[in-house]
T-cell receptor, first 116, second 115 residues
Framework: AQSVTQLDSHVSVSEGTPVLLRCNYS??????LFWYVQHPNKGLQLLLK??????LVKGINGFEAEFKKSETSFHLTKPSAHMSDAAEYFC??????????????FGTGTRLQVTL | DGGITQSPKYLFRKEGQNVTLSCEQN?????MYWYRQDPGQGLRLIYY???????QKGDIAEGYSVSREKKESFPLTVTSAQKNPTAFYLC??????????????FGQGTRLTVV
């Protein structure tokens, strides 16, 4: 069975300061991991994904995440927050080799607030 | 532009009525999905379809029905049997791969409210 835990439901940072959104996962197999972003009343957009290649994954808009198997973590970071980063972020896990997206498990989300 | 189109964006339903949410994609993806999103609960899978004329129940299929008559279309009907239908509904699609996982591409969502 797979599961994902987003450790913070809400994170607030000042513009220009670093962002850290935490995610821990549990998986019976070598997982694929994703981060999605959702702006209010919008669909989800893929930020980045890990599928067993490099453990440090770079995504769009300056975000990156590091897969740490020993810690079962996949935290999302950004060196400098921008006002436009304010949104809800979802960590997603999937057991590998399913060939589809039908076995995605979503975290409960972290709302990022960016203040001036 | 390729993408997924959901309509309508907002939908109001009277109790006891069935309503159908539209989802169309022009990404040539084989698989399509319907998710329900409630505050603080993440996304939960309602139904998915890997190929035309075939679909599978997800984790919360009760009170919902779907059809997949065309590759591009995957409408969701919220029936009167769904006791708490007020939610944000998201449609997604993905390509089929032999191995490895593929990401899902999402529409902009439909917000359904029971009045």
């Amino acid at each position: 069975a797979q599961s994902v835990t987003q450790l913070d439901s809400h994170v607030s940072v000042s513009e220009g300061t670093p962002v850290l959104l935490r995610c821990n996962y549990s998986s019976s197999y070598s997982p694929s991991l994703f981060w999605y972003v959702q702006h209010p009343n919008k669909g989800l957009q893929l930020l980045l994904k890990y599928t067993s290649a490099a453990t440090l994954v770079k995504g769009i808009n300056g975000f990156e995440a590091e897969f740490k198997k020993s810690e079962t973590s996949f935290h999302l970071t950004k060196p400098s927050a921008h006002m436009s980063d304010a949104a809800e972020y979802f960590c997603v896990v999937s057991d590998r080799d399913t060939g589809t997206a039908s076995k995605l498990t979503f975290g409960t989300g972290t709302r990022l607030q960016v203040t001036l | 532009d390729g993408g997924i189109t959901q309509s309508p964006k907002y939908l109001f339903r009277k109790e006891g009525q069935n309503v159908t949410l539209s989802c169309e994609q022009n990404l040539n993806h084989d698989a399509m999905y319907w998710y329900r999103q409630d505050p603080g609960q993440g996304l939960r899978l309602i139904y998915y379809s890997q190929i035309v004329n075939d679909f599978q129940k997800g984790d919360i299929a009760e009170g919902y029905s779907v059809s997949r008559e065309k590759k591009e279309s995957f409408p969701l009907t919220v029936t009167s049997a769904q006791k708490n239908p007020t939610a944000f509904y998201l449609c997604a699609s993905s390509s089929r791969q032999k191995t490895g996982n593929t990401e899902a591409f999402f529409g902009q969502g439909t917000r359904l409210t029971v009045v």
